[in-house]
């Protein structure tokens, strides 16, 4: 089986997401049509995580990230002819659109390629945005549009299902997953002081990095306390507590090695589709501390693993009150690994993929161009 992903924002979680599909289905070949934001990492170090002997790189040059109409429309029409030529080729069975950009654009190219088999995965759709109504009334109407043109839409967490049925849009959803194999076990940091909180991804507004600084700020007078933002993105300026490392872009195993020497892992986001940096936390048997939004709330059971917090002066407390009590912090790792084992492992949920691929020509009959 060929299939071929359009993946707008090349980067980060999406690109993590892409990558364990890749992984899971090795005897099947992957054509990845991407674009670039070289502002976060350059396409050229992205493909360096990918296994080599099934995949295939296509540039789409003209994506980008705003929304934008004449560029949007020539991000379209190179789309429309790459998978043209693919599918004339034989080399499309399935097309996965990665995040909304490419949903959109991507759903609109195969629907004028007459391509049917094609699958949608937000991994958090902007319209998730708490800050904007009338943004998110925007990207709502935007969604809603792609759906029109047909393919299947599989949410990335159960909450993002929800958001979806919410705006009238049918979907599924499989879990996000990670490979519990292969992480290494770490010794304790006998060298830390500190008490280490952690966050690693893009610092970009998605992430909130303004109420991650808040937070810091409040213990920036406490010697006990530090952060960590191991990452790097646009909104990096910021983060100006002065108990608040940024560590910039660092190899895979730098980070894990990072989060398993904290304390916590604390996710300030204004929505998710669900977090692959709070999943690999889970993983590495932490504590984690979320805002409570879409994707965030599919990872806490009960307080067992951790906490969600609603405002900056909730996240304080449950900050203070883990530093009080740093025995629990070990028995609610050992919580955060087996949840992570029996609900987000990437060797069972990303198999399910392959089933849908597969079977992924939808019978809703997809909206008609009208022509005047």
């Not at 007459?114 to 969604?143: D, H, K």
């Not at 952690?198 to 406490?222: C, H, M, W």
Request: hydrophobic share 40%.
């Amino acid at each position: 089986m060929t299939i071929v992903h359009v993946v707008e924002p090349f980067a980060a979680g999406v690109a993590v997401f892409v990558k364990s599909l890749t992984e899971m289905m090795p005897d099947d070949v992957h054509i990845i049509v991407h674009g670039e934001r070289k502002s976060e990492m350059a396409a050229c170090e992205v493909k360096k995580i990918f296994p080599q002997k099934n995949i295939r790189f296509i540039r789409w040059r003209s994506a980008q990230r705003s929304v934008h109409p004449l560029k949007d429309f020539m991000a379209f029409s190179e789309l429309y002819k790459i998978l043209r030529r693919l599918k004339r080729k034989g080399l499309v069975d399935a097309v996965h659109l990665h995040s909304s950009k490419s949903g959109l654009l991507g759903r609109a190219a195969c629907r004028m390629a007459a391509i049917e088999n094609v699958v949608y995965t937000p991994n958090g759709a902007p319209f998730l945005s708490r800050r904007r109504s009338l943004a998110n009334y925007f990207y709502q109407q935007l969604e809603k549009i792609g759906y029109g043109f047909g393919g299947t839409v599989i949410c990335c967490s159960e909450s993002e299902l929800n958001a979806y049925k919410r705006i009238g849009i049918h979907a599924r959803y499989v879990n996000n997953g990670i490979s519990l194999t292969g992480n290494k076990e770490l010794a304790p940091d006998i060298q830390k002081q500190k008490f280490r909180i952690i966050t690693s991804g893009r610092i970009v507004s998605q992430k909130n990095p303004y109420l991650f600084n808040s937070i810091a700020s409040y213990f920036q007078e406490f010697e006990d306390f530090e952060f960590i933002w191991a990452g790097d993105g646009l909104e990096r300026t910021v983060l100006t507590a002065k108990n608040i490392t940024v560590t910039g872009w660092l190899p895979t195993e730098e980070v894990k090695a990072l989060v398993t020497q904290a304390d916590m892992f604390l996710s300030t986001s204004l929505y998710e589709g669900l977090s692959f940096a709070v999943l690999e936390a889970l993983a590495l048997r932490k504590p984690v501390l979320l805002s409570d939004c879409v994707g965030n709330m599919d990872v806490i059971k009960s307080g067992l693993n951790g906490d969600l917090f609603t405002n900056e002066t909730e996240a304080i407390i449950k900050v203070l009150h883990y530093y009080n009590n740093r025995a629990m912090l070990q028995v609610m790792g050992e919580f955060s690994h087996q949840i992570c084992s029996a609900e987000f492992n990437a060797e069972h949920n990303f198999n399910s993929y392959r089933d849908i691929y597969t079977g992924a020509k939808t019978s809703r009959k997809p909206m008609a161009f009208v022509h005047n």
